[in-house]
């Protein structure tokens, strides 16, 4: 079943400029369509500038388009009155997991607020709760009463994590969630995203510049570039036996996995 | 000093610690490397096993008042480590240049790259403004971007992240220096513009014969890059070997958990 339907979303960025009269505006997106089926992941590739978090925050809901619809669960999120339940059902983790904290709370605090907000807990049944999360993202119970600078980069994205679950969303927008971790990190928190998508049936929108994270937990791809969607695919395979000139090049800039295969030829001094 | 002309950077015993209130704690201990004309160090290790307390150490950048530097950096056969911050300001970004992480943060958003160029050229040589100028617009030619002298009017933030990393590598590359310490210069770009940066800083080694310092976590950026690999784990050198050897035999564990925590592609 269809669980998230983008269509035709175009959405510009205007700025005036101080003493001009012209206003600028900046396309951002441009006629973007695709779907997300339930229990699947959609990883959506593209080099930085091409509008992959735009399009993140349109799907939020935190920017409105300005032409397009967006279908969640069979409702418009811009409608004038959506259902309170659609919100809940829809989790963000975003890149930089320091900023997407607050530093003043505890870990406890920060993976219990989506619960005060929409779940009537006991303190013992929240407290309970949030060490189940804690334990599901594997981290232990005692690190309820740490403080975000307590932690590193990649237990703190764990912490997102478990506030992102916490109230059993349908969908999860993962916004370069790896990207500022170590490559031990990044595979141990892909491989964590891997269990719980089969566990809780989760989907999830990956967005990434990073072609190998990509293909470690999507099911089908798609590739932005400029503020369009170029290519969709319905599985890796298409993706890599694609010959658009984007992806030709994306593939192309892959860094080797051994020096031997190194693009780089030669190693010496000109003088 | 070294009797080996080839060698232009040496880290010798290198130590560096924090003194807090709780006493003094340990950030790395018992480095050393040395690092030769035209040859590229990979240092590798996860988030916070030193990597950037060793090559902030090398630049002497750390708070000399909250830190004790002990051992020896020699750069040309001239011993950096407490050498006066006058004398240090000289050598930065003229014999030894950093590039770093994150490029937004490298420069500042109120003065135009242009400004921020002139600047660093004047301040190591003789030039007058219009000859800066010049070699700066030479030095952003020769990393490919397009239209340096409009590129010189313009501020930081109106440039995207893997454009201005390539200004940086163009002001640390234009004098020319024996040592680029690059951390992590290609963490924050997208693939494409990676690999261009890349070929960039391979391209100023080989021009110049600089020495690359490369600091990442990232074993693709090691393997296309490095001649040979420092491997560093909880502020300690674990394991040093020619980037070939490390990535056929590797010898520590910790080794080889880094090389099969690599994300495989099916092609």
Known sequence: MTLLQVDNVTHSYSSKRLLRRRKESEQALTDISFRIEEGTCLGLLGPSGAGKSTLGKVILGLQRPQRGQILFQGHDLYAARIPRKLRRDMQVVFQDSYSAVNPRMTAESIISEPLENYEKLSPAEQRRTVAELLNRVGLSETDAKKYPHEFSGGQLQRINIARAIALRPKLIILDEPVSSLDMVNQTLILKLLNELKSEYGLSYLFITHDIKAAFAISDTLGVLEKGKLIELYESKNQFLTSSHPVVTLMKESILANHPRSRSLPTRTINR | ?267
């Open chain 2, 1 to 267: 000093m070294s009797t080996d002309n080839r060698s232009v950077l040496k880290v010798k015993d290198l130590h560096v610690h924090v003194n807090s209130s709780q006493g003094m704690s340990t950030l790395v201990q018992d480095i050393n490397f040395e690092l030769e004309k035209g040859k590229v160090l990979g240092i590798v290790g996860e988030s916070g096993c030193g990597k950037t307390v060793t090559s902030m150490s090398i630049l002497q950048l750390l708070d000399r008042k909250a830190m004790t530097i002990d051992g020896s950096i020699t750069l040309k056969g001239q011993e950096l480590n407490g050498l006066r911050e006058q004398e240090m300001r000289k050598m930065r970004g003229k014999d030894i240049a950093f590039i770093m992480q994150n490029p937004m943060s490298a420069f500042t958003p109120v003065f135009t790259i242009g400004e921020q160029f002139v600047e660093t050229i004047k301040s190591h040589t003789a030039f007058n403004t219009k000859q800066a100028k010049e070699l700066a617009i030479e030095a952003l030619l020769n990393v490919n971007l397009p239209d340096p002298a409009k590129l010189l009017a313009k501020y930081p933030f109106h440039l995207s992240g893997g454009m201005l990393q390539r200004v940086m590598i163009a002001m640390a590359a234009c004098l020319h220096p024996a040592v680029i310490i690059a951390d992590e210069p290609t963490t924050a770009l997208d693939v494409h513009n990676q690999l261009l940066v890349l070929r960039h800083l391979d391209q100023i080694r080989a021009d110049y014969g600089t020495a690359i310092l490369l600091i990442s976590h990232d074993l693709g950026v090691i393997a296309e890059m490095a001649d040979d690999v420092v491997v560093m784990q909880q502020g300690r050198i674990i394991e040093a070997a020619n980037v070939f050897e490390l990535f056929d035999h590797p010898q520590h564990e910790y080794t080889k958990t880094l090389l099969n925590a690599r994300l495989q592609l099916p092609f």
